[in-house]
């Protein structure tokens, strides 16, 4: 498998299970990982894969299964019951990205059953960063100490525009917006 690259096959939501199974059924009987990304930006969906392999030719035939998972409704059934180990995959990426698999495993994986929100989705604000200083270094050994390099924003905050100073009388943000504006690099404004 060294140097081969390989693409997903993209399923629709509705024959995620079956095309699983399939799969299976075809030889790719070891489940080796599942995952999940947020396309926002470009779709306004959740990218989740599973690669799955077939151990009989030692493991060098891999299949990669992907749906595309809608960001308002984000439920996908799941895999579990094909695969046991897909159940621990499963529970991060529904905690992580907010999905929910029909007949998967509901409980806590990772974070704690009072935190709200879904940390891995980029409309999620992460407001640690936002709170404690960002040195700005690009390279080792730069640091806040170098009088010519300027506060950068970390990534993964977004601008005071869009989020934490916002003018009270515009709406909220909208995910969209506030997820093109956590690019980071910026200079950090100072506060007013």
Do not use: N
Request: aromatic share 6%; glycine share 12%; net charge neutral.
């Amino acid at each position: 498998m060294s140097g081969q690259l390989l693409s997903a096959e993209d399923v629709p939501t509705d024959r995620w299970l079956s095309s699983v199974q399939h799969a299976r059924d075809l030889g790719f009987d070891y489940f080796d990982w599942l995952g999940c990304t947020d396309d926002i930006g470009r779709t306004d969906t959740f990218r989740v894969t599973v690669v799955l392999r077939d151990l009989a030719d030692g493991g060098l035939r891999t299949r990669m299964l992907s749906t595309a998972v809608p960001r308002d409704e984000p439920v996908l059934d799941s895999i579990r019951t094909v695969f046991v180990g897909a159940g621990w995959h499963e529970r991060e990426a529904a905690e992580l990205f907010g999905l929910r698999f029909t007949g998967g495993d509901g409980r806590r994986l990772l974070l704690s059953p009072t935190f709200e929100g879904a940390p891995l989705r980029k409309e999620q604000v992460l407001g640690s960063r936002a709170a404690v200083g960002w040195p700005g270094a690009k390279e080792p050994g730069e640091s806040a100490a170098s009088p010519s390099r300027r506060r950068m924003v970390p990534p993964g905050v977004p601008d005071r525009d869009v989020w934490g100073e916002r003018d009270s009388a515009q709406p909220p943000a909208e995910p969209a917006e506030v997820a093109a504006s956590t690019g980071g690099g910026r200079v950090r404004r100072r506060s007013r």
